[in-house]
């Protein structure tokens, strides 16, 4: 349990953060993690079908969740008084979930339209996702959060109440509450909704390593909802929390970060040669990923500005940033942390429950002393991907 004490308004949040994404899932049986986000609202013991929302909405609060490759998390945010309301809610369905077949049927198909609305039918997103699958070989890596269409259509009542079981105990989540609340009686509360949920035995380990590779791969993704021919790139990068992964966080921020960064001048400002261009990385705690998205202008070749690209990425792995730019880059770290969520009351209760999760527990809010050889690194093998 994550408490963050703050009498700074008369507000509270409460998050819940289970250690559980599609990293979890197994082949053939993909889209687990996501479905379970809309099936938490399908109603408990105490709580009826779509309750969950009436209820905080009645209080005068909001709520959502959200699933990743690495967790999957619920969160309220209420007035102060209201909290044994969400501490209630938040138990009731970690100890006795509707899992029933009525529930699995609805909620499978309002993620079928949830896949047609949000990705089959957007321009760009299915080739994106494929580009995992080129970068990652390892299935608990490759497969998307929202999983197919086919496993779900596969799934029993009892595949989901088993993932409930073992994926939903106690053992196997955070909670984080943030805000206006004295922490002797909310620990009170806390015993008295939480501490009769039975334990569960630990999930399986899961492995997440990747082959070592040094081999390009190239595809081609026909997809008729695209205005104009994109590409992509690709690359697998090491963990985080290691100083490959630091040194490549230091280099997206040069190259993809606001109107100075190096790719926007080059193409943007300078060459005018795309009319979008997007990158960063999906941090993990297995192997991540840095990726770049461009939409060249319509009378622009795609390759030549692909190669500009990976000029550019060699320059900044040979030669390394500029003084001017790594004092920009201290700047921005500074002001990222100065401005972060952590001075907001759920953003502190996010910021700690990412820490506790990825086995760190130090919180550090100061950005640390950086040097140009931290950004400079070497990128490697690509991986890429056009839409034409």
């Known amino acids: ?13 409460v998050a819940v953060y289970y250690d559980v994404g599609s990293r979890n899932e197994r082949e053939g049986r993909t889209g687990f993690a996501h479905l379970f986000e809309h099936m938490m609202f399908q109603g408990s013991e105490n ?27 619920y969160f309220e945010t209420l007035p102060a008084n209201q909290l044994p309301l969400a501490l209630w809610l938040e138990s009731d369905r970690m100890r006795s979930l509707n899992v029933t077949q009525e529930n699995l049927d609805n909620q499978r198909e309002a993620v079928k339209e949830e896949k047609r609305l949000r990705y089959d039918n957007q321009p760009y997103v299915n080739g994106f996702l494929r ?28 595949d989901i109440r088993e993932f409930f079981r073992i994926y939903y105990a106690p053992n196997n989540a955070v909670l984080s509450i943030a805000g206006d609340f004295d922490q002797r009686e909310t620990r009170r509360m806390v015993d008295k909704y ?9 999930p399986p380990p899961v492995d997440v390593s990747e082959p070592e590779e040094v081999m390009e791969r190239n595809d081609v993704f026909l997809d008729k909802l695209a205005p104009v021919p994109a590409f992509a ?26 109107e100075s960064a190096r790719l926007y001048q080059k193409l943007v400002k300078g060459e005018e040669s795309v009319v979008q261009i997007q990158g960063g ?25 692909r190669d500009a690209i990976l000029t550019e990425l060699r320059d900044l792995a040979v030669v390394g940033p500029s003084d001017e730019e790594m004092e920009k880059l201290r700047n921005n770290l500074f002001n990222s942390s100065v401005r972060s969520p952590v001075v907001t009351v759920s953003g502190a209760a996010t910021r700690r429950v990412r820490a506790l999760r990825s086995g760190s527990r130090t919180i550090q809010h100061r950005p640390a002393e950086l040097s140009g050889s931290d950004a400079g690194t070497n990128f490697g093998r690509a991986a890429s ?3 034409y």
């Open 233 to 258: 790139l690709g690359w697998k990068i090491p963990s985080r929390r290691s100083p490959e992964f630091y040194a490549l966080s230091l280099a997206s921020h040069l190259l993809f970060e606001g």
């Open 47 to 73: 709580v009826p079908k779509a309750g969950h929302f009436q209820y905080i909405s009645n209080a005068g609060g909001t709520m959502n969740g959200t699933t990743s490759s690495e967790r999957t998390n």
């Open 385 to 387: 991907l056009s839409g």
């Open 1 to 13: 349990m994550v408490l963050n004490e703050d009498h700074s308004v008369p507000v509270v949040s």
């Open 281 to 305: 990385i999906d941090e993990r705690r297995g192997p991540s990923g840095l990726f770049i998205v461009v939409i060249p202008k319509p009378d622009r070749d795609g390759r030549q500005i």
């Open 131 to 158: 580009l995992f699958e080129m970068c990652f070989r390892n299935a608990a890596n490759a497969h998307s959060t929202i999983g197919s269409m086919e496993d779900l259509d596969a799934a029993t009542v009892e």
């Open 194 to 202: 939480f501490s009769t949920i039975p334990r569960q035995p630990e």
